[in-house]
């Protein structure tokens, strides 16, 4: 097929799939949706798939939201809201709001985007990147939209390479020598190989390229199929597999790095683990995942705040940060900061010490805390004295500690200690 020479991105649009609940995140997400919960000191996590739409060329976007969406819509529009429909551009939030039936939320990932073809109808598009809402990564869906045409595809599958023994947690693809996929496996007891790597296996991403047309007619036929479950990896993906032609894009080929050896870097901070490792990671040397990467910048809300200020120069009592990163508006009196990560806004008080430490914006520290291995939740008071990281057990009395050691620390929790 002949390359086309404009940008496939120009006629895209990226539709966003935010609504879901993130339900291992536990308290984290008792007040928003996991697409919604802070990462990197700056971020949201919904800022990954939006910024690498807008930095892949794509001007047309849709998000769709259910569950606990008031964080994640407020956040869209203070941050997301400089597109111009002049220019032919939109961000449109779509709400699960009954438009098909009075009584049906969304009931699936595929049923997010029927119940809005109305709305896509009217962009003008040729092309559908379907995306989940809820993972950290950098990608150029551009190429991807290429490999989609020139390989007459469709649906191409966003595809990580995984080792089998930890591809049972994914949705897999066993493939051809020719990267077509011959079967669509949901959570495997045993993966198949790859036919260039048999000890790795191909993993859905969640992200997908339609030809718009194409899936229109097919979201209408599996809405009208009362055993649907309305799922693009439960029932789309396996019935295009079967009767069409769906290709495997790997992750790779379209990772964009901040240097040639760098790995494809992709997490699902899904866990309360993971989404403390992810973050810490990002004090190493040179981390995987590059936040000061102006070729490829992850576009947010930015919140108005003065630098972050560091006082007290005693040999007890010095404001320091080693290995850490430090946001806007943080005052650190006195304190000790060792690789770890502080939002917005985090004051912390003299002659306490945080180590491997995750705070969200505005989180307060007292004087002589010493905390370890630990998340705190937005707007989380830490009493004087409080002590968390050196005795497990006793952490475990008061807070959610996860089987890798990390004290999810929330303000209800701390309330619970005074009663």
């Known amino acids: 097929?002949?390359?086309?020479?404009?940008?496939?991105?120009?006629?895209?649009?990226?539709?966003?799939?935010?609504?879901?609940?993130?339900?291992?995140?536990?308290?984290?997400?008792?007040?928003?949706?996991?697409?919604?919960?802070?990462?990197?000191?700056?971020?949201?996590?919904?800022?990954?798939?939006?910024?690498?739409?807008?930095?892949?060329?794509?001007?047309?976007?849709?998000?769709?939201?259910?569950?606990?969406?008031?964080?994640?819509?407020?956040?869209?529009q203070r941050g997301w809201n400089f597109f111009r429909a002049e220019r032919n551009e939109y961000l449109d939030i779509l709400p699960a709001s009954q438009r098909v039936d009075e009584v049906q939320w969304y009931q699936g990932t595929a049923d997010a985007v029927y119940q809005n073809i109305d709305i896509i109808d009217s962009y003008d598009i040729d092309y559908v990147v379907v995306l989940a809402g809820d993972h950290v990564y950098k990608m150029d869906y551009?190429?991807?939209?290429?490999?989609?045409?020139?390989?007459?595809?469709?649906?191409?599958?966003?595809?990580?390479?995984?080792?089998?023994?930890?591809?049972?947690?994914f949705g897999v693809m066993a493939v051809d020598d020719h990267g077509r996929i011959t079967e669509f496996l949901e959570k495997p007891a045993n993966p198949p190989g790859m036919p260039d790597d048999p000890d790795h296996t191909l993993a859905s991403m969640g992200i997908y390229v339609f030809d718009w047309q194409f899936l229109r007619e097919l979201l209408i036929e599996d809405a009208a199929h009362p055993g649907s479950g309305r799922d693009f990896g439960g029932d789309i993906i396996p019935w295009i597999v079967k009767n069409g032609k769906a290709?495997?894009?790997?992750?790779?080929?379209s990772c964009v790095r901040h240097r040639p050896d760098a790995p494809a870097y992709w997490r699902d901070v899904g866990?309360?683990?993971?989404?403390?490792?992810?973050?810490?990671?990002?004090?190493?040397?040179?981390?995987?995942?590059?936040?000061?990467?102006?070729?490829?910048?992850?576009?947010?809300?930015?919140?108005s705040a003065p630098p972050a200020k560091f006082i007290h120069d005693e040999e007890t009592r010095r404001g320091l940060a080693l290995s850490s990163l430090v946001s806007g508006g943080c005052i650190i009196s006195g304190t000790e900061v060792r690789n770890s990560l502080l939002f917005t806004g985090v004051h912390s008080n003299s002659w306490s010490a945080l180590d491997h430490v995750v705070a969200l914006p505005y989180v307060t520290i007292s004087r002589y805390a010493r905390l370890k291995n630990a998340v705190i939740d937005r707007g989380v008071t830490i009493p004087e004295g409080?002590?968390?990281?050196?005795?497990?057990?006793?952490?475990?009395?008061?807070?959610?500690?996860?089987?890798?050691?990390?004290?999810?620390?929330?303000?209800?929790?701390?309330?619970?200690?005074?009663?």
């Open 1 to 76: 097929m002949k390359r086309p020479s404009h940008r496939l991105s120009q006629r895209a649009m990226a539709f966003v799939l935010a609504g879901g609940r993130g339900s291992r995140l536990k308290e984290l997400t008792d007040k928003r949706a996991k697409p919604a919960v802070y990462f990197g000191g700056k971020v949201r996590i919904i800022d990954f798939a939006l910024s690498n739409a807008l930095n892949s060329g794509i001007r047309k976007m849709a998000i769709a939201t259910q569950y606990k969406a008031h964080s994640l819509i407020r956040h869209c």
């Open 142 to 169: 551009e190429v991807m939209l290429r490999e989609h045409v020139e390989r007459d595809a469709d649906v191409t599958v966003g595809c990580l390479t995984v080792p089998r023994a930890q591809a049972s947690a």
């Open 247 to 253: 290709i495997a894009h790997r992750f790779s080929d």
């Open 271 to 303: 866990t309360i683990d993971a989404f403390w490792k992810a973050n810490i990671d990002l004090t190493d040397f040179d981390p995987d995942l590059d936040l000061w990467d102006r070729d490829w910048p992850i576009w947010t809300y930015s919140e």
């Open 386 to 419: 409080l002590v968390v990281g050196e005795d497990p057990q006793e952490d475990a009395r008061w807070f959610r500690v996860t089987d890798g050691g990390v004290a999810l620390i929330t303000q209800p929790m701390i309330d619970r200690l005074g009663a």
